[in-house]
């Protein structure tokens, strides 16, 4: 059942950020015909931008579903997601600051162009290039469920597949269109808002809803004791999960991208400092889930205003549909839509990039032009989308969600060349693309083996039986943990027993296109410089 009031508000909002969408390929005009330019903003975005930006990217519209919904369907184990968040940051103070110089010295877009320039070898950087569009796609995929859910619960239905997905394939027809022609100014804008509404809607929703269960303590009086609690069977795998999902998440090609589109490693640094601000908003979000059991929200039983709730997916919705006026529920669904765009931009400019520098470039083009360059990542970019549409429409929401756990775990796999490479050379590039394929088969199987122990029929299913989604083997095995630890241990073993063997045989580890001084902090006045000898002025 359609409520007007809620859906021209939605609209409204919607309208509002495709015009910004178009509106940012004048901000900060460069020459969109430069990879550079298109796809990493110029480098030229400072603190406030990058914050936004890389708050945008992380926390999408499927954060804002999933979290509070794995805390309603698993209880405490569900708030993996909170310290996870917490540990990345330290990290990236440190790391991320010598990816960004080197980057910016060299030229480098990709992660993989880093590896190829580091290690000296193509297959390495094609691993680590194919890896992180793998993980990417079903991760953009995702994005389409959290709009899906919103659409839903908006009552916009049709008779057949095509008219009840048409509002989703137009939302995506727009964001194509204007991603191709913005590059990433688009999503950097738009983050602006969208942040600002996912703050109001959260702020809000941790207020009015607990005043309206009788405060904090009724709801969580109303919470199973079990649901608030860790079992001890779990301990390890919810601090292996967190450690490992810290490990991955700036490994993605859309987290990197976000960094290497700051104009200093400064920026990068007070970015690390500031963006824990999000992981109190992820807290309360996680709270959500424990709100919708207090509110005796529960699948296949409770209908409001028309709406099904019929997964744990649909309990945000349904919430908010329960506690508030109709036109602060439309604000709160163009929150979780506009959050499902943003991100969804990030991601498909960054596997465009990715397959542009890395594959296509690299195996097929090697003399394609700047120009060249930029047009076939446009291109790309479409595909990509297109491609994350198909993925929702043939395959099973459950089959996606199976292969974004398994996205997260492969590209785990890739940390090696990635972030140890930023700090030495003594890994040999054959043991590290040993290594890669050693955690990614080796994880892969302990994932299918797992899946088949637990006898579920998806990966997510596993984390309401208490196991097996994230155990080494099987229930017998009184230490369980996240499968791309595991995976990652087995394929560091690999990297430096190969490493040893190679280095011993005097087998050639290629040149080094990098030096020690281009890993350094160079601050900003110094990225200026830097930039004005490798990006020609949009005036000229």
């Not at 691993?127 to 995702?142: D, R």
Request: aromatic content about 12%; glycine content about 8%; charged content about 10%.
């Amino acid at each position: 059942m359609i409520n007007w009031t809620t859906l021209g508000i939605f609209i409204a909002l919607f309208l509002l950020v495709t015009v910004i969408g178009f509106v940012a390929s004048r901000w900060r005009r460069g020459d969109m015909q430069e990879l550079n330019e298109w796809g990493l903003g110029g480098r030229r975005f400072g603190t406030t931008i990058t914050w936004f930006l890389l708050g945008g990217d992380l926390y999408t519209a499927y954060t804002f579903i999933a979290v509070p919904a794995a805390v309603f369907a698993a209880g405490a184990y569900g708030f993996f997601a909170v310290p996870y968040t917490i540990i990345v940051y330290p990290l990236v103070f440190v790391v991320m600051p010598r990816l960004w110089a080197v980057s910016k010295k060299h030229g480098y877009i990709t992660t993989a162009d880093f590896v190829k320039g580091r290690f000296d070898s193509r297959w390495l950087a094609l691993a680590v290039s194919a890896t992180g569009i793998l993980a990417t796609m079903p991760y953009i995929a995702l994005q389409l469920v959290g709009m899906q859910t919103i659409i839903g619960a908006l009552g916009i239905t049709g008779t057949t597949t095509l008219t009840k997905d048409l509002p989703l394939i137009i939302a995506f027809i727009i964001l194509a269109v204007y991603t191709y022609s913005s590059g990433l100014r688009a999503p950097a804008l738009i983050a602006l808002v969208k942040d600002l509404l996912i703050y109001i809607a959260v702020i809000a929703i941790i207020i009015v809803v607990p005043l309206n269960l009788g405060g904090f303590g009724a709801m969580f009086k109303a919470v199973p004791a079990a649901k608030l609690t860790l079992s001890a069977p779990l301990v390890n795998q919810y601090w292996t999960l967190a450690l490992g999902s810290a490990l991955a998440l700036f490994l993605y090609p859309h987290s990197i991208t976000g960094v290497l589109s700051s104009k200093s490693g400064n920026v990068v640094k007070r970015n690390a400092a500031l963006l824990p601000a999000y992981s109190m908003v992820l807290a309360l979000l996680a709270l959500i889930g424990f709100m919708a059991i207090a509110d005796k929200i529960a699948p296949t039983k409770t209908v409001v205003n028309g709406f099904h709730v019929m997964t744990a997916n649909d309990v945000v919705p349904a919430l908010i549909m329960k506690n508030f006026d109709p036109w602060f529920v439309g604000v709160a669904f163009a929150a979780i839509a506009i959050g499902a765009l943003v991100p969804a931009a990030v991601m498909s400019i960054a596997a465009s990039n990715t397959f542009t520098r890395n594959i296509y470039k690299e195996f097929f083009r090697p003399n394609a032009s700047n120009r060249e360059e930029s047009e076939v990542a446009k291109v790309v970019s479409l595909f990509v989308k297109a491609g994350a549409l198909a993925f929702i429409f043939f395959v099973p929401v459950q089959n996606a969600l199976d292969f974004q756990l398994l996205g997260g775990i492969w590209v785990l796999q890739t940390l090696p060349p990635v972030i140890l490479g930023l700090y030495t050379r003594w890994f040999h590039r054959w043991g590290l693309l040993i290594g890669w394929a050693a955690g990614m088969v080796g994880s892969s199987y302990l994932v299918s083996y797992a899946t088949n122990a637990a006898n579920s029929k998806g990966l997510i299913n596993a984390l309401t039986i208490t196991h097996s989604q994230f155990s080494m083997i099987d229930p017998a095995v009184p230490f369980k943990a996240y499968i791309g630890v595991v995976g990652l241990l087995l394929n560091l073993v690999v990297t430096v027993v190969f490493s040893l063997i190679f280095n011993a045989l005097r087998v050639s580890n290629g040149k080094d296109a990098t030096v020690t001084a281009d890993y350094a902090d160079t601050g900003e006045e110094s990225a200026v410089a830097i930039s004005s000898t490798l990006v020609q002025p949009a005036e000229e």
